[in-house]
């Protein structure tokens, strides 16, 4: 074989391993891109167990199971049921934190002036959990016990109360889009649906008036 020979062989083998190698890295690179448009766009799930709760929180993406809006609306109903005037403040700033930007402008202020007036009128009031049910079909968390309302020289109001809760999913925290409450055990859904549409719904526990005598004057939708 002349020396002219090997060198064309030589140099078409360096082509076809070159051909290989840009293929190669080709092929390498569709498979990167694949991998990485297929992990942006796919929701993280998440699962966890909190000491709180009794079964796993499911997340994936903006989508919560029962568990999460069970748990968050026995928390909510706790925080909202058991004031007094030394943390009303603080309950209020907690819990209008996770209000939906509507249901916030709709009844932040009710809230503060709620506030003030269990702060003015030494109001104390407490909230024991019977139970709770959560609506899939509405997926409305309903949670009822009892409710003790207390005034300075006056008898304990104790009523039966139920408080309602549509709790979204937020980044992984929780965003309540209703929030209602009412003496008695839950309403019935098909009672309560058109309610539910309008997610800046005004609750009646922060429209509650307490008058002199300890009496609760129960609010009014606005």
């Known amino acids: ?3 002219a020979t090997q060198v064309r062989e030589s140099f078409s ?3 076809a391993s070159r051909n290989i190698m840009l293929l190669s890295n080709f092929i390498l690179v569709v498979i990167v891109l694949f991998l990485f448009i297929k992990t942006a766009t796919e929701d993280v799930r998440v699962v966890a167990i909190p000491p709180v709760f009794r079964s ?3 997340l994936v993406g903006d989508q919560a ?3 999460f809006k069970q748990g968050w609306a026995i928390h909510f109903a706790q925080m909202i049921g058991n004031v007094s005037p030394k943390n009303v403040g603080f309950v209020v700033d907690h819990v209008t934190g996770y209000l939906s930007p509507r249901l ?3 009844i932040e202020s009710s809230m503060t002036k709620a506030a003030l007036s269990i702060q003015t009128r030494r109001i104390q009031r407490s909230f024991v959990i019977d139970d709770l049910h959560h609506n899939l079909n509405s997926d409305i968390v309903y949670v009822w016990g009892q409710r003790t309302t207390q005034a300075p020289h006056s008898k304990p109001l104790v009523e039966r109360w139920t408080y309602e809760f549509k709790i979204a999913s937020s980044n992984g925290m929780p965003r309540i889009v209703h929030q209602d409450n009412y003496e008695g055990l839950p309403q019935r859904s098909e009672m309560r649906s058109n309610k539910v549409v309008d997610d800046a719904y005004l609750s009646k526990d922060v429209a509650d008036v307490v008058d002199a005598n300890g009496n609760t004057k129960k609010g009014t939708d606005q």
Request: aromatic share 6%; charged share 25%.
């Open 104 to 106: 916030k402008k709709a």
């Open 65 to 67: 199971n029962s568990t």
């Open 13 to 15: 083998q360096a082509i």
């Open 1 to 3: 074989m002349s020396f």
């Open 56 to 58: 796993e929180i499911e």
